[in-house]
């Protein structure tokens, strides 16, 4: 069975899109290059990710990394998985600032994993994207957006495109230089010449979002 390697070569994606797409190289060059992601390359825990992403949801970082703080001493462990979240009752994990909505999906996480139905590292390099999407997102809390990110971010695959992102969309108005913001289909349609590397295309219309909008800060993503 094949496997899909973590990261790709981000001066030959640079090349491949410059080439394909005039407007979007214009930005690129202005940009400049973007170096390839050190955590393509680390080992993590799936279901901790899934569990931190659900904590970050509608939070800003501050807020969600005490959040984290606080259940990360009540398991008593920096690992979040159904043994460890297992060690508190629902009360202590709602008096660390959990809403009840996260509790469940923290929960409903945990069953899964219980019953295998979360693949690991090794499974998953084995999985094409659609395949890891459609295994994770029946995870309570879990849409096809923080799948994507996890699977850019994390896991490193070279031809993930958002088309649901606020701000891909906005990135890619940008540089059509449009009236309007792209409906999600559209702008898969308009991504299809960015493959085999959306993801890198997806990582300059971010920045091309936020440089359009003059901002100081990038948003943190729930892979950060």
Not at 146 to 155: A, G, P, S, W, Y
Request: net charge positive.
């Amino acid at each position: 069975m094949p496997r899909h390697a973590r990261g790709f070569d981000t001066e030959a994606a640079f090349a491949h899109l410059a080439r394909r797409d005039r407007k979007l190289g214009g930005w690129m060059r202005k940009l400049g290059p973007i170096a390839a992601d050190p955590r393509w390359r680390k080992p993590f825990d799936p279901v901790d990710a899934l569990a931190r992403a659900i904590l970050y949801q509608q939070l800003s970082g501050k807020a969600a990394a005490t959040i984290v703080g606080r259940v990360e001493t009540a398991i008593g462990s920096d690992r979040f998985h159904c043994d460890t979240l297992a060690r508190c009752d629902d009360a202590t994990i709602r008096g660390c600032g959990v809403s009840g909505n996260k509790l469940l999906a923290l929960r409903d996480l945990a069953l899964r994993e219980s019953r295998g139905e979360i693949p690991d590292l090794r499974r998953m390099s084995t999985m094409d994207n659609d395949d890891i999407v459609a295994a994770l997102v029946p995870v309570r809390g879990i849409g096809r957006w923080t799948v994507e990110m996890m699977l850019m971010f994390r896991l490193g695959r070279p031809d993930v495109l958002p088309v649901d992102d606020l701000g891909i969309r906005k990135g890619a108005q940008a540089v059509d230089k449009a009236e309007t913001l792209p409906a999600p289909r559209a702008l898969a349609e308009r991504g299809e010449r960015w493959g085999p590397y959306r993801t890198y295309a997806s990582l300059y219309l971010w920045r091309i979002a936020d440089a359009g909008a003059a901002a100081k800060a990038t948003t943190r993503r729930s892979q950060d």
